[in-house]
Nanobody
Framework: QVQLVESGGGLVQAGGSLRLSCAAS???????????MGWHRQAPGNERELVAS????????NLADSVKGRFTISRDNAKNTVYLQMNSLKPEDTAVYYC?????????WGQGTQVTVSS
């Protein structure tokens, strides 16, 4: 099973930027089995929602409408790491951000990292 470690969260003023990182580790089989990596977020009282995902083989990207033009997702397959560059942050982006990976067996989650955007 893949293990995920997230970093890069914090407190930022509205209009600022943050970059989240998520590093995957595990056996060679586990790493090579990953098909998709991405980020969800969950604000208090809300359901967890998809922010962005990227296909690890073909690079296809899926972005939530609410973050298009502001957030960018990218991957470094050599480092088994996915990044979420967040620009022009808004208070409504405040949430716990969770990294995830998918393979044929299911979805795996990181522990989450808090992003707080002050107005």
């Amino acid at each position: 099973q893949v293990q995920l470690v997230e970093s890069g969260g914090g407190l930022v003023q509205a209009g600022g930027s943050l970059r989240l990182s998520c590093a995957a580790s595990g056996s060679i089989f586990d790493i090579r089995s990953i098909t998709t990596m991405g980020w969800h977020r969950q604000a208090p009282g809300n359901e967890r929602e998809l922010v962005a995902s990227i296909d690890t083989n073909y690079g296809d990207i899926n972005l939530a409408d609410s973050v298009k033009g502001r957030f960018t997702i990218s991957r470094d397959n050599a480092k088994n790491t996915v990044y979420l560059q967040m620009n022009s942050l808004k208070p409504e982006d405040t949430a716990v951000y969770y990294c995830h990976t998918d393979d044929s067996r299911g979805r795996y989650w990181g522990q989450g990292t808090q992003v707080t955007v002050s107005s």
